[in-house]
């Protein structure tokens, strides 16, 4: 009976509660639907047992019903927010929310570029307000640079004759200066002979000479200790193996590391060449006892851009020999190799020391020959190595056209020629002269090449040809007349004639750079205030897309900062303050020198935009695609990430172009050189 009492009792409050509620302990009482305790859900809450509303509801009503909880307005949640639920419910509007990741802040869930961009009022507007102030640095920058480098870099002409003048705007150094210059001029009238260095002076191309000494020196030396001497000069200009293994992990990292690494590591063993040469060794070779005694018969040098050496012979003054030093129509056929390597960093160039400007001023008057050697070298630093065939076309016709007629003049003629093929395969160019009959036209030569095929220079001439795979070699053996006069002496030059036709069977190693269409040689324009102008807008925005970047993956991630920075080490950095040191440079050659390395750091910077653009690209392709509100406009993780990475490549691509200008204008500042008129360029 009890048990049937306690059934009756639980089933009539049950049919209350669910029915009507329960009301002050009474049955039957008047009370809310589904509440525990009789009385209506407050604010915010809802429910038999008076919950919190679901996440994204508020309820500002008192009841009990979960129609009561009324959605939150959409417009105010953020693209990148989730609704939240606190302790006691919400109930008003705006309803809580929280960012759905750490790395986006509060109130609107921005990165911490989008807010930067939305305190300026939004992308345009910055966008807007960046360029204004990227033109203001940048013509500031210009006028401090005007007023710290001054006038070293104006555009002026190039002076005609270098270190052959006396300089005679100070009186008190005057009689300094006609002891120089006499020096320059005793030191080139007892020069004999110069032996060019084989290879280029590259871990992989040491320097080396030929044991077997040219005719032009047996004279004066003797063969035995000559031959102990090139192996002490071969031993010094050879490389360790750990230089060659820290340049190629440089050329990995950074080539612009590798490329200074190999400078100072050619500028060092040239240093030492000299040393060895000037203090060491004791000229035992050579048969004068009084260049033995003071060290004055031989003298190592090299052109600026470390790749190309030479070791000049000198009499001693008491060998008694009326034939010695020769005359310059007896050195013919005369080779000058090129300095240089044709790549970005060392163009071609024809270097014009003293020795040589005064033996040639022998046949030729020194203002023709130095305007010859300027509109040479203007010629020469636009080919490119990798594509020969093609850039020493210009070359050959320029010679043709412009500098063989005005040659032919005093009886010389000049042709391109390669020189000493090594047995990898380095082969160098340079310059054949000889003397023609002033009627004999220049095409004779040609005749003459042809009757001397086949002659040997030595017998480590003949194992490098066998290894080389260019044209086809000749050995070129001249007889020369200058002025009706016959030229007893008989010389053999290893080497070859290129000519239009025989270019056609030039082969040639493609270059490695593989961004070399960007950064090449290229012709002035003029305007450098102009171009230095754009150059500083460019480097400033470059700089501040750098910036943009770094702070938009700091909000991704920072191991992506890492990977951008560190890949390639700090490349992405480097280029402005290599640009900045190459701007306030003082002097033309060292300001193209510093920005010719502004150039390889802001090409080589590719490379971690690169690594940026595959982060974002990672980033964006595993965010859920998610359609923007009119309250976010726009978000640079949803669809335009990849802005700032595309931007910065393009202005790397533009200061490329301007850089090649810049340096153009600095090397080339009389722009007649490139005239191809014949009486403007020879009487300009």
């Not at 911490?112 to 203001?136: K, N, Q, R, S, V």
């Not at 590798?258 to 060092?268: H, L, N």
């Not at 060895?276 to 851009?305: I, M």
């Not at 990977?563 to 440079?585: D, E």
């Amino acid at each position: 009976m009890a048990g049937q009492w306690q059934g009756w009792r639980g089933w009539n409050l049950w049919w209350c509660w669910g029915k009507r509620g329960g009301g002050a302990g009474t049955y039957g009482g008047a009370g809310e639907r589904g509440t525990v305790t009789g009385k209506a859900c407050p604010k915010g809450l809802y429910g038999t047992f008076c919950e919190e509303c679901p996440a994204g509801t508020y309820k500002n009503e008192t009841g009990s019903d979960r129609a009561l909880c009324f959605p939150c307005p959409a417009d105010e949640l953020p693209n990148r927010a989730v609704y939240t639920t606190i302790r006691g419910g919400i109930t008003e509007t705006p309803c809580p929310y929280k960012c759905n990741s750490e790395r986006y802040h509060m109130p609107h869930c921005y990165t911490a570029l989008e807010e930067l961009m939305y305190t300026f009022g939004g992308p345009w507007l910055f966008g807007l307000l960046l360029l204004g102030l990227l033109i203001l640095l940048a013509v500031v920058l210009s006028v401090a640079r005007m007023k710290f480098v001054g006038v070293d870099e104006l555009p002026g002409p190039t002076p005609t004759q270098h270190s052959s003048q006396i300089d005679h705007s100070f009186p008190f150094l005057e009689s300094l200066n006609e002891v120089l210059e006499t020096n320059r001029v005793e030191e080139s009238q007892r020069h004999v002979h110069r032996i060019y260095f084989l290879g280029s002076n590259t871990f992989g191309e040491p320097w080396h000479l030929l044991h077997t000494p040219p005719e032009q020196v047996k004279e004066i030396i003797y063969e035995g200790p000559y031959i102990r001497f090139v192996d002490e000069i071969n031993a010094i200009a050879a490389y360790q193996w750990w230089e060659g293994s820290m340049y190629s992990i440089l050329c990995i990292l950074a080539y612009p590391l590798a490329w200074s690494w190999q400078q100072w590591r050619q500028r060092t063993k040239l240093q030492r060449l000299r040393e060895f040469v000037r203090s060491e060794y004791d000229h035992s070779c050579l048969r004068s006892c009084r260049s033995r005694a003071l060290y004055e018969g031989l003298k190592v040098a090299a052109t600026s851009d470390l790749l190309l050496a030479y070791v000049d012979f000198f009499l001693g003054g008491n060998e008694k020999r009326d034939d010695l030093p020769p005359r310059i129509h007896e050195r013919f056929p005369l080779s000058l190799v090129f300095g240089g390597d044709g790549s970005y960093m060392a163009p071609f160039s024809l270097n014009n020391d003293n020795i040589l400007a005064s033996l040639m001023s022998q046949f030729i008057p020194p203002t023709t020959w130095y305007r010859f050697v300027a509109g040479l070298n203007a010629q020469l630093r636009l080919v490119r190595r990798g594509c020969l065939r093609v850039m020493f076309q210009p070359v050959i016709r320029w010679l043709e056209t412009l500098a063989n007629p005005a040659l032919r003049v005093y009886g010389v003629h000049v042709d391109i020629a390669w020189f000493q093929a090594t047995s990898g395969g380095y082969c160098q160019y340079g310059l054949l002269v000889y003397a023609v009959e002033e009627e004999t036209g220049c095409r004779s030569f040609g005749t003459i090449v042809g009757a001397a095929q086949g002659q040997q220079h030595s017998r480590a001439g003949s194992n490098s040809k066998e290894n080389y795979s260019g044209p086809p070699r000749v050995e070129i053996l001249l007889n020369n007349t200058h002025r009706n006069t016959e030229i007893s002496t008989r010389q053999t030059v290893s080497g070859g004639i290129l000519d239009l036709n025989s270019l056609k069977m030039l082969e040639e190693k493609r270059g490695m750079f593989f961004l070399s269409f960007l950064i090449h040689n290229t012709k002035p324009i003029g305007h450098q205030d102009l171009v230095g102008l754009v150059i500083s807008m460019l480097l400033l925005g470059d700089f501040s897309l750098v910036l943009l970047i770094l702070l938009h993956l700091y909000s991704i991630s920072l191991a992506d900062v890492f990977l951008v920075l560190f890949i390639l080490p700090l490349g992405i950095l480097l280029p402005f303050p290599a640009g900045i040191s190459a701007l306030f440079s003082h002097g033309p050659r060292r300001s193209a020198g510093l920005a010719r390395v502004y150039a390889l750091w802001n090409i080589t910077s590719v490379v971690n935009v690169v690594v940026a653009f595959i982060c974002g690209y990672i980033h964006y392709s595993n965010q859920s695609s998610t359609k923007l509100t009119a309250f976010e406009p726009w978000n640079m993780d949803e669809s335009e990430w990849w802005i700032f990475p595309l931007a910065l490549v393009f202005c790397k691509c533009i200061q490329s172009r301007f850089i090649n200008w810049h340096v153009a204008n600095l090397e080339i500042q009389d722009r007649s050189l490139y005239s191809k008129d014949f009486e403007l360029f020879w009487q300009s």
